[in-house]
C-alpha cells in the first residue's frame, strides 16, 4: 500500500511561492506599461493594455482543461510543466523586439499560470485537513499579496531600467521549478475516496456556480489596480515627488496594496472560523467600495494610501474564501477541475474588466470618475452578500448556542 505524502515545511514554502505567481503573474510588468506605450508610439493604449490581460485570457480558455488534466495524470507532473512554461514565456518579452511576438508570449504565459493555479489550488486540500487547510489557504492569499508587492515594486525598479527588464522578473520560476522538484510528491487517494469516482458523487457545478461568480465579480474589480493604477499615478501631480518616471512610485503603491492582502491573508484562519462566508464576502465588496471611491477623490499621497490598502484588504479576503468555499463541497477526486473553474472565473474577470474599463472611462472621461463608478458598483454588488448574512445569521449562532448549552 502507497503511504500517503506528508508535506514538510519546505512543501508549504515552495506550495506559496508558487501562489505568488497566480494573481500577479500575468501583470508583474504593468508599471513598465507607459513605457511599452512610448516604445510602441503607434500602437493603442488598448493593445498595449493587452499585454498584462491577454494572459488572463489563455487562463480563461485552459482552466478548466488543465485542471481535469491534472486530476487524470497527476497535480505535480502538470505545475513543474507549468513553472516551466511560465520561466520561458514570461522572460520572452526581453528578447522579442515585436509587439505582437510578445503578445503571443504572453498566451503562452498565460497557460503556464493556468497550470500553476489549478494545480497549487487542489494540492493544498489535498495535503491539509481542516484548520490547518484554513489557515494554509490564508497563507496562500498572503503569498498572492505578497507576490504583488515582490513583483510590482521590482517591476517599477526594472522599469527604471528599462521597460524590457521587468520581463526578467519570471527568472524567479527557475528556483520555484527547484523547489518543486525537491519537496512535492503526487498526494495519493485513500481507498475510501478512491471508490468515489465508482459511486453516484458527482462534480457539484450547481453549489460551485455561485462561487464562481463571486470571483469572478471581484476580481474583475481588482483587476482595475494593474491595468489602470500606473495611467491614474501618471496624471497626479503629487506622485512625481520620485521624479517625473511614475512608474516606480506605480509600484510602490500596487506593493503596498499586496502587503496589505498578506497581513489579512495570514490572519485569515481565524477569520474564517468566526464569521460566515457570506460576511467576508460582503465586507470584500465594502472594502473594494471605500478603496476605489477614495481613490476617485485622491489629490494626496496619503489617500492613495489608504484606498490601495483597503483594496489589498478586500482582495486578501477574496480569495481564500472561494478557494475554502471550494474545498469544502468539492470531493478531492474532483479538485483539480475545481481548481480549473476556480482559476477560469478570476481570469475571465481580470479580462472582463479591461473591456468593462473602456465604456466607463468614456462616460466618465477621467481615471478618478472611472474609480469613482467602478466604487459604487462595488457598494451595489456587496448588498446580496449582506442580505445573505442576515438571513443565515441565526444557523450560523445556533452551533455556538448548543455548545455553550453542552
Known sequence: MTRPFKPTKWTLLFLLLSAMMILMGGAAIAPALPLISEAFPDAPDSLISLIVTLPSLAIALTGIFIGALSDRIGKIKVLVASVAIFTIAGCSGYFLTSLYAILIGRVILGIGI????????????????????????????????????????????????????????????????????????????????????????????????????????????????????????????????????????????????????????????RLTWRFHRYTILALTFILFGVGYCSLGLATSLAVVAFAVICIGLGNGILMPTILTWIAAITPKQFLGRASGGFSVSLNIGQFTSTLAIVPVIAIAGTYSNMFLAFGCAAFVLALPYIFAMIKVKDKVTLPQTVKIEN
Open 114 to 269: 493556468a497550470g500553476i493555479t489549478c494545480t497549487t489550488s487542489s494540492l493544498i486540500p489535498c495535503y491539509y485537513e481542516g484548520i490547518t487547510r484554513a489557515r494554509v489557504l490564508g497563507y496562500q492569499a498572503a503569498a498572492m499579496g505578497f507576490g504583488v508587492l515582490i513583483l510590482e515594486m521590482s517591476g517599477g525598479l526594472l522599469a527604471g531600467i528599462s521597460w524590457r527588464a521587468t520581463f526578467l522578473i519570471y527568472l524567479i520560476g527557475i528556483v520555484i521549478l527547484a523547489g518543486v522538484l525537491l519537496t512535492m510528491k503526487e498526494p495519493v487517494l485513500l481507498k475510501n475516496e478512491r471508490n468515489t469516482v465508482a459511486s453516484d458523487e458527482k462534480f457539484p457545478i450547481t453549489p460551485l456556480l455561485l462561487g464562481y461568480i463571486t470571483l469572478f465579480l471581484g476580481s474583475m474589480l481588482f483587476f482595475l489596480m494593474p491595468t489602470k493604477f500606473p495611467y491614474f499615478i501618471a496624471t497626479l501631480d503629487a506622485a512625481r515627488i520620485l521624479g517625473e518616471n511614475t512608474a516606480l512610485t506605480s509600484g510602490l503603491f500596487l506593493g503596498v496594496m499586496g502587503c496589505a492582502a498578506s497581513i489579512i491573508g495570514i490572519f485569515y484562519g
